[in-house]
Nanobody, 123 residues
Framework: QLQLVESGGGLVQPGGSLKLSCAAS????????IGWFRQAPGKEREGVSY????????NYATSVKGRFTISRDNAKSTVYLQMNSLKPEDTAVYYC????????????????WGQGTQVTVSS
């Protein structure tokens, strides 16, 4: 069974950090672009960051640039999202997704999705 599983979410104070993990089972991530998306209550799902399968290049949404870092460990079939200097507006359910090399911030370009992990930034 092909599956993505996110972990690492939780409650953190403003200015704090969290590291999310996205682990693949049933397939390897080597040949997939991996994206992180988030969805806050009442809002549309938005792209946060992605890492390319072909070049390993990374891309960040303006709202998280300089605070979030995406990385991948193909040997562990895991992609990470290090989130620093968290703000209340970062509160959302975070999803990872796997798609072909051309995937970017368009959700429909991704083939596999995880179930999501809740991140809450609050004092």
């Amino acid at each position: 069974q092909l599956q993505l599983v996110e972990s690492g979410g939780g409650l953190v104070q403003p200015g704090g950090s969290l590291k999310l993990s996205c682990a693949a089972s049933g397939f390897t991530l080597d040949y997939y672009t991996i994206g992180w998306f988030r969805q806050a209550p009442g809002k549309e799902r938005e792209g946060v960051s992605y890492i390319s399968s072909s070049s390993g290049g990374t891309n960040y949404a303006t709202s998280v640039k300089g605070r979030f870092t995406i990385s991948r460990d193909n040997a562990k079939s895991t992609v990470y999202l290090q989130m620093n200097s968290l703000k209340p507006e970062d509160t959302a359910v975070y999803y990872c997704a796997a798609g072909p090399y051309y995937s970017d911030y368009v959700p429909d370009s991704y083939r596999y999705w995880g179930q999501g992990t809740q991140v809450t930034v609050s004092s």
